[in-house]
């Protein structure tokens, strides 16, 4: 399994603690350190860009995010380098912040959302449902599950906080 955009290794660690054979990556040097500290017992770390791993091509069975897609300027080329890395019939699973947050938060290309009751704010770019759901996607994978999260009043308005997919990578036609 690979965790991309691993944040402070929780979901590393505990996918471990159940037997799986887990890789972490985050963009942030800062992160891995943190990682690093919280749990030692984690060998599979590293800092890289996820537009282009170091993994070799169908190594994944399993790759997760959680709250780190929304981050890529450009969804393309992380999606695409996802695609490279899972096996055929992986599975491909993320949490991502909701489009529809944009227009509550969010001005022109980046959206800014406060988290844990205000404090910190932070900013990443606006993506909508289309970039998710691009045909490049859709013609690599099979949607097995869309669920969004449970909604929230914000700015007078109800919207859902995030959206989770479950995807697998088709199988090449022979």
């Not at 844990?116 to 770019?125: H, K, L, M, R, T």
């Amino acid at each position: 399994i690979l965790d991309v955009g691993c944040g402070v290794g929780d979901e590393v660690a505990q996918l471990e603690q159940c037997g799986a054979e887990v890789w972490g990556i985050d963009v942030s040097e800062e992160m891995i350190a943190l990682t690093r500290r919280r749990h030692p017992e984690l060998s599979n770390l590293s800092i890289q860009d996820f537009t282009s791993t170091n993994f070799e091509d169908s190594s994944f069975d399993m790759v997760v995010s959680k709250y780190a897609l929304h981050y890529a300027e450009n969804l393309e080329p992380v999606l695409h380098e996802i695609r490279r890395i899972l096996k055929p019939g992986g599975l491909f699973l993320y949490l991502a912040a909701h489009p529809q947050l944009q227009g509550v938060f969010g001005e022109g290309e980046h959206t800014t959302m406060p988290l844990f009751g205000g404090e910190p704010i932070v900013s990443f770019p606006s993506h909508t449902f289309a970039e998710y759901f691009s045909d490049a996607v859709l013609q690599h994978f099979d949607l097995l599950s869309f669920r969004e999260g449970p909604s929230a009043k914000v700015g007078g308005k109800s919207v859902p906080y995030f959206f989770q997919l479950i995807f697998q990578l088709l199988k090449p036609k022979r």
